[in-house]
């Protein structure tokens, strides 16, 4: 058995069976996908629109990719007639323009609102206050459908800080499904979180992640 496959097979044992595993493969090539794949994974999450456009077309039509990188709107023909989820929808622009495309190609596109969680400002995402407002707002946007949220800790070994950026993630999510009246575009199943990676899954899964998101403990290090 391969590093890969022997990973992903800890990963699932490991994992709650209502945790979603999205596997990481941003900068991993397709041979890579291949032998996650045939391990039994089917869900991988990529972070740049052409390398994402480029391994779907060579890949098996039954994986589900989901985009988690920073997408820039004149990108979007690359991911949208792909992706099954867009989990980094980081600002209203974006949003707006993926609701625009799903509208035009007669599709409803899945989507999550991106969370800036992290202490550091380079992160991106909706601050609490904007992610409350675009949730109100999600019936001006009916090519997309908001399933929940998503986010990013700090990058610290700090467990306390980590758990503290994720709390604000399930706090905001426990939040709006508290409030469904003020969010009446929102559809029945809001409330997916995706959050945790390599180094901090396992809290993650602790604290109520629904997808978590794992790309170097599969595959390995990146080299960018
Ligand atoms: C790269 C990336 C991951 C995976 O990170 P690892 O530390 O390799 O597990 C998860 N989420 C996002 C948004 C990423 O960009």
Redesign the pocket.
């Known amino acids: 058995m391969t590093g890969i496959a022997s990973a992903i097979r800890t990963l699932k044992e490991e994992l709650p069976s209502n945790v979603t595993l999205v596997a ?1 493969s ?1 900068f991993h090539p397709a041979e890579a996908v291949a032998e996650a794949y045939a391990a039994g994974q089917r869900i991988f ?1 990529e ?1 740049r629109p052409q390398e994402m456009h480029a391994k779907a077309g060579v890949l098996p039509a039954d994986i589900s990719w989901h985009f ?2 920073h997408l820039q709107t004149n990108k979007l023909k690359y991911v949208l007639p792909v992706a099954a989820m867009v989990e ?1 929808v980081d600002s209203r622009h974006l949003l707006a323009a993926i609701d625009k495309w799903g509208r035009e190609n007669g599709k409803v596109i899945d989507v999550l609102i991106e969370i800036h969680i992290a202490s550091e400002d380079t992160k991106q995402g909706f601050s609490r206050e904007e992610a409350l407002q675009v949730l109100a707002d999600a019936a001006q946007y009916p090519g997309v459908r908001i399933l929940g949220l998503m986010g ?1 800790a700090t990058l610290t070994d700090d467990e306390n800080i980590i758990r503290s950026d994720f709390s604000r993630l399930v706090a905001l999510r426990d939040e709006v499904v508290a409030g469904k009246e003020r969010f009446p575009g929102l559809p029945e199943r809001f409330g997916i979180l995706s959050f945790g ?3 901090d899954y396992r809290i993650a899964v602790s604290m109520g992640a629904d997808i978590v ?5 599969i595959f390995g290090e ?1 080299t960018y």
């Open positions: 990481v941003k999450g972070s988690i990188g980094s990013m990676m390599t180094h998101r794992i790309g170097t403990l990146r």
